[in-house]
């Protein structure tokens, strides 16, 4: 793991360091990516935001007035990615239901785990994404972004959704509340028995 | 220039937090650089951890498009003065629905020259039409994700190039004239 800041990569990269490029990219494709799915975009024009995006950040990194938030410069950027093409509207494909995918594509398992704890985490984890695809839009956003690894930052959910800093929490945890509301209404057929 | 810092009300960062807390060292520290999945109870952070472990499994960033993103670099031009994009059809309210054949027209600037770009679907690739002004012969250089391909204008600027995949797209002009620096349009995706 390289522990260098995001500002040295962003100042190494404009300086024409491939590797401290790369670095970056590994650091902030998770976020990008959720930023694009958050606006529920599918996945042909999620990856069009996402190549957009990191296309601009190249042509853009010796531009970047505050590197230490490149975060939130690329939450911003790919968030208005996002408009434009919604707003193009003659896109290709319906927004996929991340939901339908969780039944078709079975959990990658922890190979050091026991089958049990394997099935039971895949169970867990296929009622969470069924529950999370009842939520409303603005929640389904929300916590899409949320989901990412590493978690953002305030800041960089405020840019990539235009969402004030502090309204985030208060609608964090009503989202969070009702998605413990729908696990606890609607378990999966046979998981009660 | 709104493609060096895309958030359009807030420059400040320090604005965008509640409200500053103070670090070990007494160094200020931003709130709003806080993780947004901290704070939260027992209950709901298990919840979160959960469902990013479901959409890490289902919805990961696409491992062949980071690596496209890391090859990006490519992109790189050293020499090209950056053409920001000034207008866009799609944003002036002009909703464009599926199956309107209305094309969308770009703008981007760059100094005292611009480019105008129109495009239209054909089926999935596009087409280009589009005009250098302050007109001259120009050699246009259309890079896509996936490669490049060039043309040369026509004493007015103009010139059209066929089967674009749709993606993001970037335009390097030299001019054949020699006066001026060639300039790059600001990657969008079409």
Not at chain 1, 151 to 161: G, N, W
Not at chain 2, 31 to 38: K, L, V
Not at chain 2, 64 to 85: F, G, Y
Not at chain 2, 162 to 180: E, K, M, T
């Amino acid at each position: 793991m390289d522990e260098r800041t995001t500002a040295e990569l962003v100042l190494a990269a404009r300086d024409g360091d491939r590797a401290s490029w790369d670095l970056l990219v590994e650091r902030y494709s998770g976020l990008v990516w959720s930023v694009a799915r958050s606006h529920r975009l599918g996945p042909s024009d999620a990856a069009d935001v996402f190549q957009t995006t990191w296309l601009r950040l190249v042509e853009n990194v010796a531009r970047i007035r505050e590197p230490q938030h490149l975060g939130g410069w690329l939450s911003a950027t790919a968030r208005h990615e996002c408009l434009r093409l919604l707003r193009t509207g003659a896109r290709e494909q319906a927004v996929e239901d991340i939901g339908e995918r969780a039944e078709a594509d079975p959990s990658r398992a922890d190979p050091s785990a026991s089958p049990e704890a394997v099935l039971l985490a895949s169970e867990r984890r296929a009622e969470v994404v069924v529950a999370f695809g009842k939520l409303s839009r603005r929640c389904q956003s929300l916590l899409r972004l949320l989901a990412t690894d590493p978690a953002p930052s305030y800041l960089e959910v405020s840019d990539a959704l235009a969402m004030p800093v502090g309204s985030i929490g208060p609608t964090r945890g009503r989202c969070l509340q009702h998605l413990r509301t729908l696990l606890a209404d609607s378990p999966l057929p046979g998981s009660s028995t | 220039m709104g493609d060096v810092d895309p958030r359009r009300d807030a420059d400040a960062i320090g604005q965008h937090g509640p409200g500053e807390v103070v670090g070990l060292r007494g160094a200020p520290v931003e709130d709003s650089d806080r993780s947004a999945a901290s704070d939260l109870d027992p209950d709901s952070a298990a919840l979160l951890a959960d469902l990013t472990a479901a959409i890490g499994d289902l919805d990961a960033a696409p491992p062949a498009l980071v690596q496209a993103a890391k090859d990006s670099w490519a992109w790189r031009t050293i020499d090209a003065e950056l053409a920001a994009l000034v207008s866009d059809s799609v944003d002036s309210g002009a909703v464009t629905r599926a199956g309107d054949e209305a094309p969308r027209t770009l703008t981007f600037a760059a100094g005292s020259t611009a480019v105008v770009l129109e495009v239209s679907a054909v089926g999935r690739t596009r087409r280009l039409l589009g005009q250098i002004v302050r007109p001259r012969r120009t050699q246009v250089e259309v890079r896509t994700a996936r490669g490049s391909q060039s043309v040369t204008t026509d004493e007015l600027g103009r010139f059209r190039v066929d089967g674009i995949p749709s993606g993001p797209v970037s335009l390097i002009c030299r001019f054949l004239d020699s006066a001026g620096r060639a300039i790059a349009t600001s990657w969008v995706a079409v």
